[in-house]
């Protein structure tokens, strides 16, 4: 265990010695798999489903500030929509102008859960964001990992309808395809049960996480999952989406992982070491548990240097 301590130690003091350049890499490798995600799920838009743009779109996204990547995003996501359709693509962008406005205006701070939040879903994991937005973010997160959430299943519900768009888009009424285009959002039950669910389980890992318990992070890890878990498995028998039941687990298997390895990176504390300390004002008494940090410091290798003589030294 001590071992992994010091892995953890290093990879700090390296990230530290070269913050800069750490945060070019994880913002270049954000922006790349973003709209890479975007062109193979979208891609209306033949002339953007090019790889060229993209290297090119993130190398811009990686000198700049996070943000600047989560606006990119919307805007190629809006070029594709206007691609498939002008309907959807005014509903995209009024869609994307309330959170975009919430987003800026609430939470700038969390643009890594706006762009991660969606492409969770991708991947499978969703569940891992309302979690690390409790133990990582303040309220306030909550709004990037809402916005994500609902933009996902927006984009979801335009890709499943999109041949049915084109085909109305060809020769059947405009009001149909605006129909269907806003059902995305406001029919969308399961959109709004698993919005529910994302908010409370985003609650009560933030409550719990900054609770004096001891281990309240690996508490509030665990309540988090397990009540995420069992409100899906909920939803998933009630509307009969027994298909949804194991990639679920596998996704909570998973993201509890993930989640174990963020509390391990940031927040390690030495329980056997607890200490309690009581003073007082003119007015109040104060109760303080103080719990020191687990920190293993790495060794550090000394290099002797060995210099032979200088044979040239002058003779007597």
Same mark, same amino acid.
């Given at each position: 265990?001590?071992? #992994?301590?010091?892995?953890?130690?290093?990879?700090?003091?390296?990230? *530290?010695? &070269?913050?800069?350049?750490?945060?070019?890499?994880?913002?270049?490798? #954000?922006?790349?798999?973003?709209?890479?995600?975007?062109?193979?799920?979208? *891609?209306?838009?033949?002339? $953007?489903?090019?790889?060229?743009?993209?290297?090119? #779109?993130?190398?811009?996204?990686?000198?700049?500030? !996070?943000?600047?990547?989560?606006?990119?995003?919307?805007?190629?996501?809006?070029?594709?929509?206007?691609?498939?359709?002008?309907? !959807?693509?005014?509903?995209?962008?009024?869609?994307?102008?309330?959170?975009? $406005? #919430? &987003?800026?205006?609430?939470?700038?701070?969390?643009?890594?859960?706006?762009?991660?939040?969606?492409?969770?879903?991708?991947?499978?994991?969703?569940?891992?964001?309302?979690?690390?937005?409790?133990?990582? *973010?303040?309220?306030? +997160?909550?709004?990037?990992?809402?916005?994500?959430?609902?933009?996902?299943?927006?984009?979801?519900?335009?890709?499943?309808?999109? *041949?049915?768009?084109?085909?109305?888009?060809?020769?059947?009424? %405009?009001?149909?395809?605006?129909? $269907?285009?806003?059902?995305?959002?406001?029919?969308?039950?399961?959109?709004?049960?698993?919005?529910?669910?994302?908010?409370?389980? +985003?609650?009560?890992?933030?409550?719990?996480?900054?609770?004096?318990?001891?281990?309240?992070?690996?508490?509030?890890?665990?309540?988090?999952?397990?009540?995420?878990?069992?409100?899906?498995?909920?939803? &998933?028998?009630?509307?009969?989406?027994?298909?949804?039941?194991?990639?679920?687990?596998?996704? %909570?298997?998973?993201?509890?992982?993930?989640?174990?390895?963020?509390?391990?990176?940031?927040?390690?504390?030495?329980?056997?070491?607890?200490?309690?300390?009581?003073?007082?004002?003119?007015?109040?008494?104060?109760?303080?548990?103080? !719990?020191?940090?687990?920190?293993?410091?790495?060794?550090?290798?000394?290099?002797?240097?060995?210099?032979? +003589?200088?044979?040239?030294?002058?003779?007597?």
């Amino acid at each position: 265990m001590a071992k #992994l301590y010091e892995f953890r130690e290093a990879i700090r003091a390296f990230c *530290g010695k &070269y913050e800069l350049y750490v945060k070019i890499v994880i913002r270049f490798a #954000l922006a790349m798999a973003a709209y890479f995600m975007i062109n193979y799920n979208l *891609g209306y838009m033949d002339r $953007l489903n090019n790889m060229a743009i993209l290297v090119v #779109l993130a190398i811009i996204s990686a000198l700049l500030p !996070v943000n600047v990547t989560v606006f990119i995003s919307a805007v190629l996501v809006l070029l594709h929509l206007y691609a498939l359709h002008l309907e !959807v693509f005014a509903v995209g962008a009024v869609l994307f102008l309330v959170i975009l $406005l #919430l &987003y800026f205006r609430f939470a700038p701070a969390y643009g890594f859960f706006s762009l991660l939040t969606p492409m969770s879903f991708g991947v499978g994991i969703p569940y891992l964001m309302p979690v690390s937005s409790g133990l990582l *973010g303040s309220p306030s +997160a909550f709004i990037s990992v809402v916005g994500g959430t609902v933009v996902y299943y927006f984009l979801s519900g335009v890709k499943a309808s999109a *041949g049915l768009i084109s085909t109305n888009s060809k020769g059947g009424s %405009e009001v149909d395809v605006l129909e $269907l285009t806003l059902g995305q959002i406001f029919s969308n039950r399961e959109m709004f049960i698993v919005l529910i669910i994302f908010l409370a389980t +985003a609650v009560i890992v933030y409550l719990l996480r900054r609770s004096s318990q001891d281990h309240a992070w690996l508490v509030a890890i665990a309540a988090g999952f397990i009540f995420n878990l069992i409100s899906l498995l909920v939803v &998933y028998v009630v509307f009969e989406h027994l298909a949804m039941i194991v990639p679920l687990i596998i996704g %909570e298997v998973i993201s509890t992982l993930i989640a174990l390895g963020i509390q391990f990176m940031v927040f390690s504390l030495d329980y056997s070491r607890v200490e309690r300390v009581q003073f007082e004002d003119d007015e109040y008494y104060y109760y303080v548990k103080a !719990v020191p940090k687990l920190y293993v410091p790495t060794e550090q290798k000394k290099v002797k240097e060995f210099h032979k +003589a200088d044979s040239g030294s002058e003779e007597e």
